[in-house]
Each structure stands twice: as C-alpha cells, then as structure tokens.
C-alpha cells in the first residue's frame, strides 16, 4: 500500500550552494500525489514542482528540478533518497528558498525524522512500472 509521512516534520538550515537559510515542511499528502515541491517564497504562477525524472533540469553539482512555469527547487538528492528509501510515496514539501538545506550533509537527518514516527498507510496499492 501507498504510504505518506503520519505529521509535519520541519527542517531549517542553510543551502549549501545559495547560501541562504531555509525552512523545509515535509507534510502528508493524499495517496496518487506522489512527492511535489511547493515554493512559499514564490508568489505568482504554479509553484508544484513535482518530483519527476522529466523534471529534471541539467545544473553542475546538484539535482535541479524545474515546473513548467521555470520555477525551480535544487539539491533534492538527500531528501528524495531519504523519502524513497524510508518508503514514503506521497509527500507535499514546502520551501521557502531556492533549495533544500544541506543540514550535516547526508540523508540521516531527514530518515531519522521520518522514521521516528510510523509512517501513515493510504488506502490505494504502490503502481510499479515494469519493463
């Protein structure tokens, strides 16, 4: 079954290209909405940025993803991982800057935060595309 995380979780920290700081909200989502990005500093246009691999934009020394209204969110790597490999399917995540805070470097803080608390089962079987 499809899963999302059960509360919002809260990141904060810096951007390791910007600079800046950010705060990040991974929240629940409803099964079949997968992971999606939602910029809160961007006032005008879609900000959904889904996590795609067709959303990928080419950017040197990150992942880089981008909606088709142009607005963006980079350095998804370490969360995505985290998400994917905590077995989360649906997530809204909320930015309020250009990208994802770098925190120690790695994925452990974000799994940690997943998994501290059990994750919600929805009601819709995991569709997997075969070859």
Partial sequence: MQTTVSKVLVFRGIGLHSGEEVELKLCPAPANSGICFFRSDVDIGDTAIPARWDRVEQSPLCTKLVNEAGIS???????????????????????????????????????????????????QPVEAIRF
């Fill in 73 to 123: 969110v980079s350095t998804v790597e370490h969360l995505l991982s985290a998400l994917a490999g905590c077995g989360v399917h649906n997530a809204r995540i909320e930015i309020n800057g250009p990208e994802v805070p770098i925190l120690d470097g790695s994925a452990v803080p974000f799994v940690r935060q997943i998994l501290a608390d059990p994750l919600t089962q929805l009601d």
